[in-house]
Nanobody, 127 residues
Framework: VQLQASGGGSVQAGGSLRLSCAASGLTLSRYSMGWFRQAPGMEREFVGAMRRSGSGSGQYYKDSVKGRFAISRDSAKNTVYLQMNSLKFEDTAVYFC???????????????????WGQGTQVTVSS
């Protein structure tokens, strides 16, 4: 299984970026997947997640990104996206996509809930 994250870059506050996570070795729609981020000197933190197809209400997010970030999936491309709008300086971090091999009934917000990880892509927001 490989997850390839891309789309990071530098943007001014208020701008937008779209991150991509392309998967090989598994079919993304069959698994719940998440986005995390890690700022320098900080622990990796949950950003948002999308449940596997057929698991009801699809997405949930960290409070500070609700209404600004959105996860979507293109099954034909086996790729998941994180659309980030109205970016803030505090969104600066390395962003990781991850896939959960096990499906849990509750919210999957912990690093330990996920089995496979992409390599990370840097997002830098200047104020």
């Amino acid at each position: 299984v490989q997850l390839q994250a891309s789309g990071g870059g530098s943007v001014q506050a208020g701008g937008s970026l779209r991150l991509s996570c392309a998967a090989s070795g598994l079919t993304l729609s069959r698994y719940s997947m998440g986005w995390f981020r890690q700022a320098p000197g900080m622990e990796r933190e949950f950003v948002g997640a999308m449940r596997r197809s057929g698991s009801g209400s699809g997405q949930y997010y960290k409070d500070s990104v609700k209404g600004r970030f959105a996860i979507s999936r293109d099954s034909a491309k086996n790729t998941v996206y994180l659309q980030m709008n109205s970016l803030k300086f505090e969104d600066t971090a390395v962003y990781f996509c991850a896939v959960a091999e096990r499906h849990l009934a509750g919210l999957m917000t912990r690093v330990a809930d996920y089995s496979y990880w992409g390599q990370g892509t840097q997002v830098t927001v200047s104020s």
